[in-house]
């Protein structure tokens, strides 16, 4: 009856706290029961928690109070996307590269102009606003269409009616052609750059530049004489041929060092007179004397490497010419005789320092020198004019 008792209050037990229990027939697997899972209650059971994640260190406090940041739960919505505004209380989209284009493209073709095409963007719906300038030389521009050839003219304030990328042509109006001459008055033009073609409206542009020995080029003028200058961003007003004419400034020093030069050029090489020169101090030379080499000379002693000479040196070389260094020329032909006694076959030349450097009584004595050595080729040139147009009181040199 006790056990009874026991058995009844222990089933009571199970019942109340939610669980089944199977009997056992034999008292020794009393303790062998076996729980089953509870019964699942009609309603949907709150889940347990789950195990709070690992504590972050606070952050450090930054003076402004922010609402904590809450993960979302099954509960609570995620939060918003944001999205981008396009104006002032409109929504914009929510993907920047979903925002369209504000303009089209449009291409100015020169369409047989100068330079290369240029582009632009536009809005459809406003002015097409500054357009590029076009230039072709002989033309007139007129003005931006919408074909090649005919079509409709697009003027800055015409309004964008296309919504895609477009071409806008220059067009054209031929101007007749005119003919520029350059006149050197004297001088050499290049044959290529002697008469250019030009249109009413055009720049010249860069102008020719002759030559002219002895003269410095001072630019292109509308008379031979006076007149106005004209540059090359001077424009061409027609109508008519037009001839502009150099203008120059004589240079004495440039005018006969040019004569010497082209002169000396020509001489041919049976041609050339053999020369000694001789310092201040007797039997002593130089490999390299200008007053040689710029008429066209010969020095004998270019290729020695001692500077000491004797006499008879000098005369088994045969020089034709001997040229002597002097202080000055006051007592000349004493200083002309003493040389010749040494050099009796040879033509005997003083020269002082003035004659030897360069400067306008250098160039003078070059002059006078070579008229004696080389007289066919100076025919033309009278040491009197040259002495004056140099400036040149006493001369330098001594040729008897």
């Known amino acids: ?46 889940p347990e928690p789950s195990p709070a994640p690992p504590q972050e260190p606070a952050p450090e406090p930054t003076g402004v109070d922010e609402p904590p940041e809450t993960a979302p739960t099954e509960d609570s919505p995620a939060p918003a996307r944001p999205v981008h505004a396009s104006s002032a209380g409109e ?7 979903e925002v369209p284009s504000l303009g089209v493209t449009v291409t100015y073709d020169p369409n047989g102009g100068d330079g290369s095409a240029v582009r632009a963007v536009v809005t459809p719906g406003e002015p097409y606003g500054l357009q590029p300038e076009a230039v072709r030389r002989g033309y007139s521009f007129d003005g931006w269409w919408t074909a090649p050839a005919g079509g ?13 990328a477009h071409t806008l042509y220059a067009h ?105 020169f001789e310092t201040k101090t007797d039997q002593v030379t130089a490999r390299s004397c200008p007053l040689i080499t710029d008429i066209g000379g010969l020095n004998v002693a270019e290729n020695r490497e001692d500077a000491n000479v004797t006499d008879d040196w000098v005369l088994a070389k045969r020089p034709q010419v001997v040229i002597k260094e002097v202080e ?17 076959e040879q033509r005997v030349v003083l020269a002082t320092g003035g004659a030897l450097g360069g400067g306008a009584q250098g160039l003078y004595a070059r002059l006078a020198l070579a008229k004696e050595l080389y007289g066919d080729w100076y025919t033309d040139v009278d040491l009197s004019v040259v002495a004056a147009e140099l400036g040149v009181g006493a001369s330098p040199i001594y040729i008897r």
């Open 1 to 46: 009856m006790k056990r009874n008792v026991l058995i009844g209050l222990a089933l009571l037990f199970v019942v109340l706290c939610g669980c089944r229990a199977r009997l056992v027939d034999a008292p020794d697997r009393a303790d062998e029961v076996v729980q089953t899972a509870q019964p699942q209650p009609m309603t949907t059971p709150t």
């Open 91 to 97: 929504p914009g989209p929510s993907e920047l590269e």
């Open 152 to 164: 409709r003219r697009i003027l800055p304030d015409a309004v964008v009616e296309r919504a895609d």
């Open 172 to 276: 054209w109006k031929a101007r007749p052609a005119s003919t520029v001459s350059f006149d050197g008055c004297g001088g050499r033009v290049k044959a290529r750059d002697a008469i250019r073609e030009v249109s009413q409206g055009d720049a010249l542009g860069p102008l020719p530049v002759p030559l002219r020995e002895g003269y410095g080029f001072d630019g292109w003028f509308t008379l031979p004489e006076g007149g106005e200058p004209v540059g090359e961003d001077a424009v061409y007003t027609g109508p008519g041929d037009w001839i502009l004419y150099a203008h120059w400034s004589y240079d004495p020093y440039e005018f006969w060092s040019f004569t010497l030069r082209n002169r000396t050029q020509q001489i041919y090489l049976c041609q050339q007179v053999s020369i000694y």
């Open 328 to 344: 000055s020329l006051g007592n000349a032909p004493q200083l002309q005789a003493a040389v010749s006694a040494r050099f009796p």
